[in-house]
């Protein structure tokens, strides 16, 4: 897509997305989605450039809360809101006390009046969809206990930079079945990918999001489930893992080290994937864990890519969301 057509597509609100929340990758069809990727592509390619697909010029304002730790989204929320030309305010977990301090109903519709859209970290889903039922502003889901859609489009953006096309892939997941991989589950199956995942028994994907990813399908086997990292990664164009224990269940994290450690990506595995075998993680890493630094660090890793790929499909999600 080039500028001039991406301008359109923002400006002419073509995906009918202004206005609208991102929570879950559900709340996108396959062509808005598709359609999204390439703005993202088109802001990838140019990223220097002087001209400009959205101009805001001060005139708009995005909320980011984050209730928990984040490097790569706070940075790349704040990034592409300042490249858009508008202004991020960014507010701590102790400053806002989501349920606790205030319903999250209110901050959104406090939020509204000042902001056009909010982005928010947060424990649990709900908050999420309380903030997004009770205000008009675009509500975008930075992750949360079930999703992590804007990890997923520039997971899925990496991908198509690196294999052409998400088409017929085949991507391997190595760990827990955790909201990195809910994500991108969704996403995958939207662009005709299939995702096998190895996770260890109790600790599956949930089983709502799976059928929804087949159903989304329309074939079973675009999503399978197995306990046997070897069987999921046979020949995969990708494999992907993540931390075994996510924000919020550090309590766990000894149990959890002990289940999991015949969960480690490392170059046996990868050799066992076979050389067309890219390597993801959408980091932060635990090096000696889930994944080794010689796979992280070597050459099939395309786990920076994915950094990058945050901030240009963020800037599509916000720009969609929010319009020119
Ligand atoms: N991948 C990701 O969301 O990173 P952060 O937790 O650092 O934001
Ligand atoms: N599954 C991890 C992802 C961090 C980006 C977590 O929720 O902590």
């Not at 928990?68 to 305010?89: H, I, Q, Y």
Request: proline residues 4%; aromatic residues 4%.
């Amino acid at each position: 897509m080039n500028i001039a057509d991406a301008r359109d597509l923002v400006a002419q609100d073509v995906l009918g997305l202004k206005g609208t929340s991102l929570l879950s990758i559900r709340d996108w069809s396959r062509q808005q989605v598709t359609a999204a990727l390439e703005l993202a592509d088109c802001y990838a390619r140019n990223r220097r450039s002087v001209e400009t697909v959205v101009d805001w010029q001060g005139r708009r304002a995005v909320a980011m809360i984050f209730e928990k730790a984040s490097l790569r989204t706070r940075v790349t929320f704040d990034l592409a809101t300042r490249e858009l030309g508008g202004m991020p305010v960014a507010l701590g977990p102790a400053e806002v006390g989501l349920g606790t301090r205030e319903e999250p109903g209110d901050v959104a519709r406090n939020l509204a009046r000042w902001v056009d859209g909010i982005v928010a970290r947060v424990y649990k889903h709900e908050m999420l969809v309380a903030m997004r039922d009770a205000c008009g502003a675009p509500v975008v889901n930075a992750l949360s206990d079930q999703e992590h859609p804007c990890q997923a489009l520039a997971d899925a953006l990496t991908l198509i930079q690196h294999k052409g096309s998400m088409e017929g892939l085949t991507v391997a997941w190595v760990g827990d079945g955790n909201n990195v991989l809910h994500s991108l589950m969704l996403v995958s199956v939207l662009l005709g990918a299939r995702v096998r995942a190895a996770c260890p028994a109790g600790y599956e994907p949930h089983e709502c999001i799976v059928a929804a990813a087949q159903s989304l399908a329309g074939r079973p086997d675009a999503v399978s489930v197995t306990s046997d990292p070897l069987e999921a990664v046979q020949g995969a164009d990708a494999i992907y893992t993540d931390v075994w224990t996510s924000m919020g269940q550090e309590a766990e994290a000894e149990v959890r080290r002990g289940v999991f450690s015949r969960y480690q990506v490392n170059q046996r595995l990868m050799d066992a994937a076979g050389p067309q075998a890219l390597f993801m993680h959408c980091m932060p890493a635990h090096r000696g864990d889930e994944v080794t630094s010689e796979v992280l660090d070597g050459p099939a890793s395309v786990a920076l890519d994915q950094a990058e790929n945050r901030l240009h499909a963020q800037k599509a999600v916000l720009s969609l969301l929010i319009g020119a």
